[in-house]
């Protein structure tokens, strides 16, 4: 999950829409485990 946040960080950063980017990884990373639970 750290590794995660920090591998998200180094791709995020160069953006200018920081905050829409780290909503949208968010997001993703909520949804992942779904997509792993459900077949």
Not at 3 to 23: N, V
Request: include cysteine; aromatic fraction near 16%.
């Amino acid at each position: 999950m750290l590794f995660g946040s920090i591998t998200g960080r180094l791709i995020l950063i160069p953006f200018d829409s920081y905050e829409k980017a780290y909503c949208t990884y968010a997001s993703l990373s909520l949804s992942y485990p779904i997509m792993l639970i459900l077949p």
